[in-house]
């Protein structure tokens, strides 16, 4: 990220102050600026200056305690960005009530470190822009829906306007598609990562001491489930938005090895040390849209790692080419490699491989890695990778007009 992270912190025991900034200071990957208060009407008129990224308030307060608190700084009448709830009580029904009213989480004092405050944070934040760019995707929706209407019922309508409203007809029909596969998609995976969660609060609840396998099994599974929901969220967003539109984004200067170091830290932790990446270019810039590009190779890198056999390593070569002019981004796996079968329509919506290893989705991957590449006006190919194994070759053309 580029802006420090404002978060605000809104506790009135200074002890408590104290080792949630020492734990946002431990952060790695991320950079913090933490602003303090003790009670309540201080953090609601920091909230009235903007700039806030998330709020960690504690429940209990010098003039307010428990959910009246929460209740009373949602209702203050100023802007709150995605808040997390910090409570010493281990206490089921208010946190399924502190959720119910507006938080995105519940976190309980003393069973918290550095890497779960920050984790919490990310997904706050996450949960807060899929919930708002949901919303502003239904309401143009909804606008292109009464377009259509009003349009259909002109009369003398000439044949140029004929072909624009079957254009946005297909657009539109595209849009309510992936809408409806994110309601669909997402559902399920919700439920098992509640499940998860609650099975890990159950274990953390009867720990005494340090966190043993019971504690930790449950918050990997945790870890995954939520994983698997961020990235089927992010593909169908990007289907529902930046893809579907067919409108492009001016393309940027981009430090190459900034944007690869994104894409290695949204590789869960566990598979990161399976990613092995080549450097074959001395390239620093290169021209391109980042948000697409980043999405576009963790797809690639997610399907891989799913698609290999467990501990094998995943290769990411990086070289340019020269005629012509482009940035060559290689993704090797030692699978099973794609059927003859598939491989004519590996790239299309909602195609799935058959491969047991891999979670199942919603065979969005490749489809988001062709769109990405035509948006660029490059190229994607899948190449077979001789024992076993598969080379999706992705080729970004540079020094081009898009």
Known sequence: MTQPLQVL???????????????????????????????????????????????LLDLGLPESSGLATLQRLLAGGQPVPPLVVLSGLTDEEIAIRALQSGAQDYLVKGQVDSAMLLRAIRYAIGRRQAEEAVTRELLRTRELANEKAVRMKAEGVSEALRRLLEERDQMLAEREDMLR?????????????????????????????????????????????????????????????????GSTDVLANTDLHTLIGLVFRDIAVADRPRVVIEWLTETRTVQLQP???????????????????????????????????????????????????LLPRVFDKGTRGGNPRAVSGAGLGLYIVRKV??????????????????????????????
Request: with cysteine; glycine share 10%.
């Open 291 to 341: 948000v697409l590009m980043r999405l576009a190779l963790c797809n690639l890198l997610f399907n891989a790692l799913a698609y290999s056999p467990p501990g094998s390593p995943v290769r990411l070569r990086i070289y340019d080419s020269e005629d012509p002019l482009a940035m060559i981004f290689e993704v090797e796996d030692a699978g099973d490699g794609i059927s003859a079968e």
């Open 373 to 402: 590449a035509d948006l660029h006006h490059g190229s994607v190919e899948i190449l077979p990778n001789m024992p076993h194994g598969s080379i999706v070759r992705l080729s970004i053309p540079q020094g081009v007009e898009v």
């Open 181 to 245: 596969l994110l309601a669909h998609e997402v559902r399920q995976p919700l439920n098992n990562a509640s499940a998860a969660l609650e099975g890990a609060s159950l274990a953390i609840a009867a720990s005494t001491g340090d966190a043993g396998t019971g504690v930790r099994t449950p918050l990997a599974r945790a870890q995954h489930v939520l994983d698997h929901v961020i990235g089927t969220l992010n593909n169908a967003l990007a289907g529902a938005t930046l893809l579907t539109s």
């Open 9 to 55: 912190l809104i506790e009135d025991n200074p002890a408590d102050a104290r080792m949630i900034a020492g734990m946002l200071a431990q952060a790695k990957g991320w950079e913090c600026t933490l602003t303090w208060v003790s009670d309540l009407s201080a953090g609601q008129d920091r909230l009235l200056g903007g700039g806030v990224d998330v709020v």
